[in-house]
C-alpha cells in the first residue's frame, strides 16, 4: 500500500512539474511578444492592427500569443492553412479583446475553407422542421468551433473601414456566448450596467429593423435585422471598422462598446 501511494505521489509530482513547466514556457512566448516576421505579416494582412495605440499593443500580442497556443486551425475542402492566415485571423480575433478582460474560453477550434461553404440550416415552426442549405461566409458555433471563408477574412481585413468583418462578426458572437446564450447580452465589463446595456441596444435594434423593414438606409448592416445577436454583431463589425459614424449617429451604442471592450477606436489614428 505504501509502495503504491509512493508512486501516485511521484505521478502527481511529476505532472505538476509538467505544468508547470508549460506554464513558464507559455509566459516566456507571452513575455516576447510576437517575432519581427510574425509582426511585418500581421502588419500587411491586418492594417487596422497598425492603428491600435501603442500602450495595447504588447497586450494585444500576448493575447494573439495565447490564442495560437490554444487554438488548432484546421483546412477544410483541401485548403492549407498557411501561418499567415493563422496569424491574420488571431490578429482579427485578438483586435477585439486586446485591452479587455474577455477571452474565448471555450472555442479550440477554427475551421478554415477557401470561400464560402455551404451549411444546412433548421427553421422551427411549431411542431414542423425545415431544414435548408445556405451559403456561408462564417458561423460560430456556442462553445466552438468558428468555421470561416477564408477568401472572405482576408477581404474583411483587407478592406478596414468598409464596416464589414466576418471574423469581427463571429468572434463577436463568441463574445456573447460567454453569458450562456448568443442573445446580443454578454458578459459585461465590470462596472458596466446590465439595465442601461439592455435599454441602449434595445431601442437601437428597434429602429435598425424598422429601418430596414422600410427600405430605408441603415447605419449598421442590415442583415443586424435577423435578432438581436446578429445586431451585436453587426455593430462590433461597424464599431471597429466605421467608428466614427457609430460614435457621430449611434452615440450609445458607441459608448456601452468602448465601455465593453475598453476601446476608442474613433480616436486612433487609422493606417
Known amino acids: 500500500m505504501i509502495e503504491f501511494l509512493l508512486v501516485v505521489l511521484i505521478l502527481v509530482a511529476a505532472l505538476v512539474g509538467v505544468l508547470a513547466l508549460r506554464r513558464r514556457a507559455r509566459q516566456t512566448r507571452r513575455d516576447a511578444g510576437l517575432t519581427e516576421a510574425q509582426r511585418a505579416i500581421v502588419a500587411e494582412e491586418v492594417p487596422l492592427s497598425r492603428a491600435l495605440p501603442a500602450e495595447v499593443r504588447p497586450a494585444f500580442e500576448a493575447r494573439m500569443v495565447d490564442f495560437l497556443d490554444q487554438v488548432e486551425f484546421t483546412g477544410c475542402n483541401g485548403l492549407e492553412v498557411t501561418d499567415a492566415m493563422r496569424l491574420s485571423i488571431a490578429a482579427q480575433a485578438c483586435l477585439l479583446i486586446a485591452n479587455s478582460g474577455a477571452w474565448y474560453e471555450t472555442l479550440r477550434s477554427v475551421l478554415v475553407y477557401p470561400d464560402a461553404?455551404?451549411?444546412?440550416?433548421?427553421?422551427?415552426?411549431?411542431?414542423?422542421?425545415?431544414?435548408?442549405?445556405?451559403?456561408?461566409?462564417?458561423?460560430?458555433?456556442?462553445?466552438?468551433?468558428?468555421?470561416?471563408?477564408?477568401?472572405?477574412?482576408?477581404?474583411?481585413?483587407?478592406?478596414?473601414?468598409?464596416?464589414?468583418?466576418?471574423?469581427?462578426?463571429?468572434?463577436?458572437?463568441?463574445?456573447?456566448d460567454l453569458s450562456g446564450a448568443t442573445d446580443g447580452m454578454p458578459d459585461l465589463a465590470p462596472g458596466q450596467s446590465h439595465a442601461e446595456w439592455r435599454h441602449v441596444f434595445d431601442e437601437a435594434y428597434a429602429q435598425h429593423l424598422y429601418r430596414v423593414q422600410n427600405h430605408r438606409h441603415t447605419l449598421f448592416d442590415p442583415y443586424g435585422a435577423e435578432g438581436p445577436q446578429?445586431?451585436?454583431?453587426?455593430?462590433?463589425?461597424?464599431?471597429?471598422?466605421?467608428?466614427?459614424?457609430?460614435?457621430?449617429?449611434?452615440?450609445?451604442?458607441?459608448?456601452?462598446?468602448a465601455r465593453f471592450f475598453a476601446l476608442d477606436p474613433a480616436s486612433w489614428r487609422q493606417p
Not at 156 to 161: D, F, I, K
Open 230 to 257: 446578429e445586431f451585436f454583431a453587426v455593430a462590433v463589425e461597424a464599431f471597429f471598422e466605421t467608428p466614427h459614424r457609430v460614435r457621430d449617429h449611434a452615440p450609445e451604442v458607441y459608448d456601452q462598446l
Open 117 to 176: 461553404f455551404r451549411s444546412k440550416m433548421k427553421d422551427h415552426d411549431g411542431y414542423v422542421v425545415t431544414e435548408r442549405e445556405t451559403v456561408r461566409s462564417g458561423e460560430s458555433w456556442a462553445r466552438g468551433p468558428v468555421v470561416l471563408s477564408w477568401a472572405d477574412a482576408q477581404h474583411g481585413a483587407e478592406m478596414a473601414h468598409d464596416g464589414h468583418n466576418v471574423v469581427f462578426h463571429e468572434f463577436a458572437h463568441q463574445l456573447d
